[in-house]
């Protein structure tokens, strides 16, 4: 089964809005990233957050980390059409890094 | 810029054809990934590998083999192709930093169609 579990499967928002997305996942992990896919093409790193952070920010995206409840967090404010993909989280766990990814959520912004 | 190089970005195959796909990187990492994508199901890791000659299973290996015998170059076998192996193939690479985390660099991936 995933490591991470993105929520929701789907989101769609006007343009403007705030869009938040949530990851759970189930082992303890050296950190948590979360990626972009346009359609059709390759993963994009967006920020990654280490098991000793709570909370990170890189331009309009915010990423907070819970390890307790084994749950991360993506806000990515004041959307834009361009924002239109779909977010994957992933955790990285053991000696040798290994990377594991979430079901991924889309998220459409409407112009 | 660290360029992860998938050789097929299309690719139709026979069932029980042999299928190879192919991806180098540039950046000297150590660590490398094949995923497969498919609607609904996300990303799962079929094999990585950490070093030369090394590699460990993922969560979906069976009907794969992967071959490692240089650094920057990981391939993905398909013994036997079958129709539920048609997909989105992923590479991806890593540094292998084990304390400070590292971001995951993928190619393009590669479109599978098993007929």
């Known amino acids: 089964s995933q490591q991470g579990e993105e929520d929701p499967q789907a989101l769609s928002i006007q343009e403007g809005e705030n869009a938040t997305m949530n990851c759970s996942y189930k082992?303890?992990?050296?950190?948590l990233q979360w990626y972009r896919q346009n359609s059709g093409r390759g993963l994009v790193h967006l920020i990654l957050i280490r098991s000793n952070e709570r909370e990170k920010h890189s331009g309009r995206l915010r990423v907070t980390l819970d390890t307790s409840k084994k749950s991360s967090s993506l806000l990515i404010t004041a959307s834009r059409a361009a924002d239109t993909a779909s977010y994957f989280c992933a955790t990285v766990t053991g000696g040798y890094q290994k990377v594991t990814f979430g079901t991924g959520t889309k998220l459409q912004v409407i112009p | 810029d660290v360029k992860v190089t998938q050789s097929s970005r299309y690719l139709v195959k026979r069932t029980g054809e042999k299928v190879f796909l192919e991806c180098v990187q540039d950046?000297?990492?150590?660590?490398m990934f094949w995923y497969r994508q498919d609607p609904g199901l996300g990303l799962r890791l079929i094999y990585f590998s950490y070093d030369v000659k090394m590699k460990e299973k993922g969560d979906i290996p069976e009907g794969y083999s992967v071959s490692r015998e240089k650094k920057e170059r990981f391939s993905l076998i398909l013994e036997s192709a079958s129709t539920n192996q048609t997909s989105m193939y992923l590479c991806?690479?890593?540094?292998?930093?084990?304390?400070?985390?590292?971001?995951?660099?993928f190619g393009e991936g590669s479109w599978l169609t098993v007929v």
């Open positions: 082992t303890s992990i050296n950190n």
């Open positions: 950046m000297d990492h150590e660590n």
């Open positions: 991806a690479s890593s540094l292998q930093i084990h304390i400070a985390g590292n971001t995951i660099y």
